[in-house]
């Protein structure tokens, strides 16, 4: 894909209307991650948002600890069909570390040993127990195994 490709695909994540249970007023949120790079759920991509000065993998769904304070639930990505985030946190997609590292290293907004890759900055607390912490140290390893130094 080119850039100008990837660029038009990041804008055209598509919107839906939620019902809020608390206030009973209606909201438009994206329907993915904080604008994803691909808004495609089978492609390895659509794990990985643009967080500020970074790229986000987000490869979880859910959080054990329900933070009060959590910025999270913002999508309807986020959110389980009682409309709050899944107690126990579900992979957003079938795509292995290796895809989505190799799909993102491959994407024109990617620089070697440059762009600051973030982890869990819009899915859950990457170091919560479990496969979430195995998965977040798991993707690190993969950055190094291919010799890349970017900074997380």
Known sequence: MTKNEYVRLANTEPLVQLHGNISGKDFVVREYTYGVLVPDYNHPLSCVSVANSSLSIDLWVGCKWQCAYCQVQGSKQDLANQGTMPLNPQRRNQATIE???????????????ETVISIGTASTEPLAPGAVTDS????MDYFVKKGLKNPF
């Open 136 to 139: 977040t140290f798991a993707l």
């Open 99 to 113: 895809e989505i590292v190799d799909a993102l290293v491959d994407h024109p907004f990617f620089l070697p040993n």
